[in-house]
């Protein structure tokens, strides 16, 4: 934890197993610990299941307080583990791209296969942009906002404002 009361420092969080954030404060805000999520039911976590590192919460700055809004992480800061969310988001979208009728069973791989370069920006991440935009300009409205929603959480503002135009 800490070693001096003048260091800025994440706190822990806690985050049900689908991903709806419990608190970013977990040791400053003992009240509002939850052994299970009030709005899905789900168990809740406070460090990740591979490594069992905390999830990093809100930054607290010393003599200031907490600076950041706590959104869930989508991986672990130490092992690069997906969080139980993370994978269930990944799940999901595999088997969205399998329903969308609009789609070869090619380009469904190609959609499926893409999502690892989005997710974990490397050198393929341009390219995969590129598969993901043309592929996704195939399918209709409907699946479109489909695919947006189940991948929100998971991608990078930057590679959501290329892919869906925001």
Same mark, same amino acid.
């Given at each position: 934890?800490?070693?001096?009361?003048?260091?800025?420092?994440?706190?822990?969080?806690?985050?049900?197993?689908?991903? +709806?954030?419990?608190?970013?404060?977990?040791?400053?805000?003992?009240?509002?610990?939850?052994?299970?999520?009030?709005?899905?039911?789900?168990?809740?976590?406070?460090?990740?299941?591979?490594?069992?590192?905390?999830?990093?919460?809100?930054?607290?700055?010393?003599?200031?307080?907490?600076?950041?809004?706590?959104?869930?992480?989508?991986?672990? +800061?130490?092992?690069?583990?997906?969080?139980?969310?993370?994978?269930? &988001?990944?799940?999901?979208?595999?088997?969205?791209?399998?329903?969308?009728?609009?789609?070869?069973?090619?380009?469904?791989?190609?959609?499926?296969?893409?999502?690892?370069?989005?997710?974990?920006?490397?050198?393929?991440?341009?390219?995969?942009?590129? +598969?993901?935009? &043309?592929?996704?300009?195939?399918?209709?409205?409907?699946?479109?906002?489909?695919?947006?929603?189940?991948?929100?959480?998971?991608?990078?503002?930057?590679?959501?404002?290329?892919?869906?135009?925001?």
């Amino acid at each position: 934890m800490r070693m001096y009361e003048s260091e800025s420092y994440y706190e822990m969080a806690q985050v049900c197993k689908n991903g +709806h954030s419990i608190t970013g404060r977990y040791n400053g805000s003992p009240a509002l610990r939850q052994d299970f999520c009030s709005k899905c039911g789900q168990p809740t976590i406070t460090k990740c299941e591979k490594c069992g590192e905390s999830i990093r919460g809100k930054y607290i700055v010393a003599g200031i307080g907490d600076m950041t809004k706590f959104n869930p992480p989508s991986f672990c +800061h130490k092992c690069g583990s997906a969080y139980p969310w993370t994978t269930k &988001k990944i799940e999901a979208f595999s088997e969205l791209a399998d329903e969308l009728d609009e789609l070869s069973d090619d380009e469904k791989a190609k959609l499926k296969l893409s999502l690892d370069d989005l997710i974990n920006t490397s050198p393929k991440t341009q390219l995969a942009e590129t +598969h993901f935009k &043309k592929i996704l300009s195939k399918v209709s409205k409907e699946s479109y906002d489909l695919v947006k929603g189940v991948l929100t959480d998971i991608l990078s503002e930057t590679i959501k404002k290329s892919i869906f135009k925001q």
